[in-house]
């Protein structure tokens, strides 16, 4: 299995950025898929959570209502639409699948595999 993150970059506060998440082996279609982010030398903070099923959404106190997580199951493709951007969301952004059959969650334990991650800058 392989997760490979993209979108990346260096944006202005304030502005928008669109990170995607490819999976090898069609897994994203039985497994709730996450986002999680890491600055440096801070501990890994999950971002955002997508059911397998229904699409249902969670998020993080920290980003609900300028972060989106959507899928495309047919391209094995999560997305996500981060709106409104803060310094303090620069970090190291992950995704990961969690167990098959499972729901989206918060703890990054609940999560069997990872991408390499994808640098978001955010400056003022």
């Known amino acids: 299995v392989q997760l490979e993150e993209s979108g990346g970059g260096l944006v202005q506060a304030g502005g928008s950025l669109s990170l995607s998440c490819t999976a090898s082996?069609?897994?994203?279609?039985?497994?709730?898929m996450g986002w999680f982010r890491q600055a440096p030398g801070k501990g890994r903070e999950f971002v955002a959570g997508?059911?397998?099923?229904?699409?249902?959404?969670l998020y993080s106190n920290s980003v609900r209502g300028r972060f989106t997580v959507s899928r495309d199951n047919a391209k094995n493709t999560v997305h996500l639409q981060m709106d409104n951007l803060k310094t303090a969301d620069t970090a190291m952004y992950y995704c990961a699948s969690g167990r098959i059959f499972g729901a989206p969650s918060e703890y990054d334990y609940d999560y069997d595999y990872w991408g390499q991650g994808t640098q978001v800058t955010v400056s003022l």
């Open positions: 082996d069609g897994i994203i279609t039985s497994r709730p």
């Open positions: 997508s059911d397998w099923n229904n699409g249902r959404a």
